[in-house]
């Protein structure tokens, strides 16, 4: 039986309404043993503006870790351009906002962003890498910055309490549930969550709404970019055409009106092979207009 799949954004933030999904996947991502985490509360996502043009941030899931430190998790589920540097400025903004006029510096909390990737960020086998502010030798400037990157496509090895939470984000039906053998507290309430809310028609619902209109999305971008090769395309042509005589007013026209592939592609070859753009007319099959 399908499943509605965490890799949505409304499914994966109703999980981490769960208080115990949140507190045992923060203690395994950030190998912080669950006694030790007193509180995992969740908080507003609106990061705070400073002034009305400054560019608003909200976070997927914001949680203030036992009072002292502030954690993001933010799910990717596509590669988009410059997320590495949204992911810096969420931090920033999270460390700068909780200070106000007057107050000391010491009163700044730890911030941790766990970014979950449902792509390739590079070609390194780790699928769950750490980063702080070190020096070029590895010493350590600061523990106030933390940076996860947990990427779901790459091939689990050993027995990382990430894994399991992985295999849970990869699932795809209730079989695959329970081929996740784990004592895990906190992956076996998700599980059970994870099933409830493939049971909930209005989750279901807007499951399948997401699914159309990812879609939908990759449908028209697939148009766009097809559109784009085209007009390159003929603009070559025009390029060629140029350096063998005088074109005919209503020629670009035709050109650049033409969006099959292949005919194009055709005339870029004879434009090429043409000795005028006469011969290119006449051998491309163009009929001028009377």
Partial sequence: MGIVSLKFDFSFKQLMLNEAVRKYFISDVLGIPVSEIRSVRLSNPFLWRRYFRQKQGILDVKVELNEDSIVDIELQIRMLAYWDKRSLYYLAKMFTEGLLIGEKYHRLKKCICINILDFDMNESPEYHRVYRLRDEKGGEFSDLFEIHVVELKKHLTGVDPVNDWIRLFNARSE?????????????????????????????????????????????????????????????????????????????????RGQHDMDTLTDWLLTAARAESVEDFVEQAGIRKKN
């Fill in 175 to 255: 079989a695959e549930l329970d081929m996740i053998k784990t004592t895990n507290p906190g992956i076996l309430e998700a599980i059970r969550e994870v099933k409830i809310m493939s049971l909930r028609k209005d989750l279901r619902a807007l499951y399948e709404a997401h699914l159309k209109e990812r879609r939908d999305r990759c449908a028209r971008e697939d148009f766009v970019r097809e559109e784009g090769k085209a007009e390159g395309k003929a603009e070559d042509i025009l390029q060629l055409l140029a350096g063998k005589g005088e074109i005919p007013d209503e020629l670009p026209g035709v050109i």
